[in-house]
Structures are given as C-alpha cells and as structure tokens.
C-alpha cells in the first residue's frame, strides 16, 4: 500500500482548522519503522487490532495499515506487576513511521503502560501512531505518552479508549517535542459506572506547535470523565486545544469535567482554546473552563517583592502551575524528569 | 545603621496623582505609623516604594543608605534591605516557599544551608502551623495565615528596613499580636526598621511606634510621637482632614 494515494485533508475542514495541515508533504517521506523496544511486558498476551473501518481520519486509516502492532493483553483478574515501557526511537531520516499499540484489559485486570517518542534535532520524520485502549469490567488502565521528539518530527496521533463497566481509564499526554504534533484523544465510556480522567501537559517553544482534539463520549449511565489539559507556549510557538464533551441520551447521571489552561510567555506566541459541550440528556452534571493568558502579574510581583529575580520568578510560576497536572502523573521512572525537563525549556539553568 | 530617605514622593495612578509630596526618614530600630482614612494613599505608598506595577512615581527619591531605590527593579530593591508585607498576600498556585525562600536568598548571595530548619523554627515563633509551609504559598490560607506566612518571610530574610502594609485586615485578634510582636522583636534584635501603615492603632500594643504620621490626600498633615495615635483615636480623622 502506498500512503501517498491518500487523499490529505485541509485546513478548510473544521476539525483540522488551526492546524499546519497544508504544510505537511506526504510524498517527502518514505515509509519506514521506529526502533521499538518493550519492556516489563513478560506474561501478557498479544492482542487483536480493532476495526480499521472506524478510523476517525486518514492518519489512523493509514496507521492501521502498518504491521508495526504492539499488542498487549492483560489477562482476567491479574495486577500487572510492571510498569510496561513501550520506546519508539525514530531514528531514520524522512521516514514516516505508524506504530500501533494495543492495550486489551480483561475482565478486572489492571496495567500501567508507558509509551515514549523520541528522536534527534535535524532528523525529519513524519510519525503516525494509534493507541488502542480497551478496558473491559471493573478493569484500571493507566497510558502515559511521553513525545520527546526532536524539532524536526511530525507526530499526528490517535488514543482511543472504551471503557467498559465500573472499568477506569486514565491517560496523561506529556508533549514537549516535535515541529508540529497533533493528538486526537478520544475517551468512549460505554458501560454502566465506567469512569476516565485525562491529563495532559503540553510546553512549545521555538516555531514548535502543539494541537490536541479531545473527545470525552457518555454512552451509559452513571459515567464519570475529568480532563484537565494545561499548556504553554514560549516565543513564537503555537498550541491550540479544541474539547466535546458528549452524553448521548444513555448517559444520564453522569458527570464530566473539561479545563484546558493555557500561558503565553512571550508576545508572539498564542495559543487557542475551544471547549464545547453536547449534551442529548437531562440529570447531568458538567462543567467546562478554559483560559488563556499570560503569568499573573500579581504572582510575579510576589515573588520580586522577595527578591527572586524575575526569570527565576518566570520559572516558578510556570512549574507552578503545572504542578496540578505533574501531580497527577504516576509515580514511574519515565515521567520523573518531566519537571526538569519543562524547566530546561525554560531556560534557567538552576 | 540604614536610613531609608522618601523625599518629596509624588505617585500617580493611572493617570490621577494620589500622593503629592512625600517626606519620611526611617531609621534602624525605628517604628514609624503611617495612619490616615481610607482612600489617603497609604497602600499607595508601599506599593510605589517596592516598584509595583502601575504606580508611576512623578516626583522625588527613594533612597537607602544612599542608593537609588527608585532605579532598581522590584527584585532588587528586596535585595537591598526592603521586604513588604502585603495587605493581601498573593496566592501562588504549586510554588512553595522553601522554593521561594531557597531563590530569594541565592539572589541576595546568602547560604541556603539549613533553610528547611530555619523556616521550622520560625513557624514555631509565628506560631504557624508548620505543615503549611510544604504548600504552595497562600493557597487556601486563612487571613491569619497569610499574615504569619508573610512575617515568617521576615524572619527568615532578615530585611534591613519592612514596609508593612495594613497588617491587622483579615486578622484575627492571636494573629495580630503574633505578628506584630514578631516585628517588635526584631526592630531589637536585628535593627529592623519599620514603616507600618495602618488604619486603626490596635496594633500599636506589640509594635510601639517611636513616630507617627497622619496622612490625608497624599500629604502628611501631622507628625508626631505615640500620643498622636491616641489624639486620633479619640477625635478621629476628620480632625486632620
């Protein structure tokens, strides 16, 4: 299958509007594959692929063509030991690479999987990946991504999870590398009491540009979704984030929490902020916030009116507050040196 | 021995002069009360003393022991002795105040060794609850809190000279005493100066002004010793106005 047969979608469609679509030359990549390594998976199962037909847009259709499956399935009734650490390392110039993982949690099983992207400064690379979550009754996901990649990557990605009865899902998106990276995450809470929490920090700098869909879907009743997605961009970066909440008319007694937070560092970044709701049904309970703006200059001037210079200033505030998201993010190895890392981006050496 | 010298302060707010001809010389060890009504400018005056934003100074000098405040940024200013007290401390989500403590003496050139000890047993002479000081500052503190947080900040920097700024809003009758006897004490034991500006005198219980100001629409309109704030308590301002 050649990629370069797909028909590329435009900025004009709503969904890819604010995104740098139009700049993406499919046909300048030749098809390759991440050096992938895995670990802590020893006594799981493979598991199946999901439909390809129900792709939400090109990328996925594309990614679900590719043989690059990491199939993990975490049998009934046990506690993975583990943290599984899944690395792609994009390592081939101008390839484009579509690695799918496959999270199968059966009945009352629980699994913590980390997923890392990572590639060079200089390397160009168009990456392609789908995460597939499913969790079956009563079982407990938790997906961490981590995009490390360097400042010439592409990333347009795809999580998706269905969430089975009294079942929990948690995914946290870490994004720090990349040109432009894209990730489309979906949560679909279709039994009875399911329940998903989404986090995401995301920090662009340079001509970087970070861009997140989000889908929160109530399909049963009694289902609980909390998304909180906090963001900056520095110096002429961009991010945009557009949220749905969705409760179709089986969603009733359900509850779901949307709050994107967005700082603007410096004046020629921006960053955009679109929430939105659906709701078919009544005897709900939602909430949806968002902010953009600039460090509260009240906090730094607190902080001055100390005598913290005002670039170490700059700096506590923003780890600050992305401290309610680093917060929630588990206690593993992998993400420990988010905090450094977002403080590097900062520029301050202490 | 540090003198700070206001000389001849004018400070506009948006666009509207507030304080039009300041002059007060605060000297190690020394208290001085700035009262005055409402709407007086007396916030106006701590604020255009540390450099916040929007308070655009029109006229005069700042100086101590010489040295241009007026010309150093806000940080800097800190850094050379001043340490303000906010009326309303600011709530700063996810910092903590070993961190900003930790920075706030790096940038004065001071060893951080021992901080976490030092900040412990200033808690226990503020009486705040030490458990408070893991969290980021302000967040969800009570008014007391925030006041004993601020003068633990104090305690901790050692400051030359405090600019204190309405300390009794917000406080309850423990807090208020804690604190102000907190800044009495090291008016003796370090040589703190303090400008202390206040509405009401029931702070002066702890913290005995050697002088006091009364300010009404920008200008001093009287000085005095500690008999002027009982003059005030009994006639009130509209006497000065």
């Known amino acids: 299958m050649n990629a370069t047969t797909h028909q590329l979608p435009t900025s004009d469609e709503e969904i890819w509007r604010y ?7 499919l046909a300048s990549f030749r098809d390759g594959s991440a050096s992938t390594t895995v670990s802590g998976a ?50 081939g110039d101008g390839v484009m690479v579509r690695p799918r993982l496959v999270i199968d949690a059966e009945e009352n099983s629980e699994v913590t999987v980390v997923e890392r992207f990572a590639s060079a400064d200089g390397t160009r690379a168009l990456v392609l990946p789908v995460v597939e979550i499913r969790a079956a009754a009563a079982a407990r996901v938790t997906y961490v991504s981590i995009n490390e990649l360097g400042r010439d990557a592409w990333m347009i990605g795809h999580q998706g999870a269905v969430v089975g009865r009294d ?93 994107n937070r967005n700082l603007t560092l410096s004046h020629g970044a921006w960053a955009e ?58 206690a593993i190895g992998a993400v420990a040196s988010v905090r450094s890392k977002v403080g590097t981006k900062l520029g301050v050496s202490r | 021995m540090t003198v700070l010298e206001i000389r001849g302060l004018h400070v506009s707010v948006g666009g509207t002069e507030i304080l039009r001809g300041i002059d007060l010389t605060v000297r190690s060890g020394e208290v001085h009360a700035v009262m005055g009504p409402n709407g007086a400018g007396k916030s106006t005056l701590s604020a255009a003393i540390m450099g916040k934003p929007g ?69 226990v002479r503020i009486n705040l609850d030490p458990s408070l000081t893991a969290r980021a500052v302000n967040v969800d503190f009570s008014g007391g809190e925030k006041k004993r947080n601020e003068t633990l900040q104090m305690g901790v920097l050692r400051p030359r000279i405090a600019i204190i700024d309405e300390l ?74």
């Open chain 1, 19 to 25: 995104s740098r679509i139009g700049e993406l030359d």
């Open chain 1, 42 to 91: 020893d006594g799981l199962g493979p598991a199946e692929v999901g439909d390809a037909s129900s792709a939400p847009d090109v990328f996925a259709a594309m990614n679900a063509e590719s043989p690059a499956v990491v199939g993990l399935r975490v049998p009934r009734g046990t506690v993975h030991p583990r943290t599984v650490e899944v690395l792609h390392d994009v390592d």
């Open chain 1, 167 to 259: 079942a929990r899902v948690r995914t946290f998106t870490v994004a720090l590398g990349g040109d432009y990276a894209r990730v489309r995450a979906e949560v679909r809470l279709v039994g009875q009491g399911a329940e998903a929490q989404q986090t995401a920090l995301y920090f662009a700098d340079g001509t970087q540009m970070h861009d997140f869909r989000t889908l929160q879907v109530h399909e049963a009743p009694r289902t609980r979704s909390d998304l909180l997605f906090k963001g900056a961009v520095k110096d002429r970066a961009r991010s945009v984030y557009t949220g749905l909440i969705r409760i179709t008319e089986q969603g009733t007694k359900s509850e779901a929490f949307q709050t």
């Open chain 1, 273 to 330: 902020s679109v929430p939105n709701l659906e709701i078919e049904t009544n005897d709900v309970k939602c909430s949806h916030a968002s902010t953009v703006g600039p460090i509260d200059e009240a906090q730094r001037f607190y902080l001055e009116s100390r005598g913290v210079p005002p670039d170490v200033a700059e700096r506590l505030v923003v780890l600050g507050f992305f401290d309610e998201v680093i917060d929630r993010l588990p």
């Open chain 2, 55 to 123: 308070y655009e100074v029109t006229a005069g000098t700042v100086t101590i022991d010489g040295e241009d405040v007026l010309a150093l940024p806000t940080w800097r200013r800190a850094v050379a002795g001043l340490h303000l007290i906010m009326q309303y401390p600011t709530e700063v989500p996810g910092v903590r105040l070993l961190d900003v403590l930790g920075e706030a003496l790096a940038a004065r050139g001071g060893s951080t060794a021992g901080l976490d000890q030092r900040i412990a047993a200033e808690a």
């Open chain 2, 168 to 241: 009794d809003s917000g406080l309850d009758i423990d807090a208020l005493r804690d604190c102000s006897r907190r800044v009495e004490q090291a008016t003796a034991e370090d040589g703190l100066g303090v400008l202390v500006i206040t509405h009401y005198s029931r702070l002066f219980d702890e913290l005995r002004p050697d002088a006091v100001h009364i300010l009404s629409k920008g200008r001093i309109v009287r000085s005095g010793g500690p008999e002027l704030a009982d003059e005030l308590e009994r006639d009130g301002y509209a006497a000065f106005a």
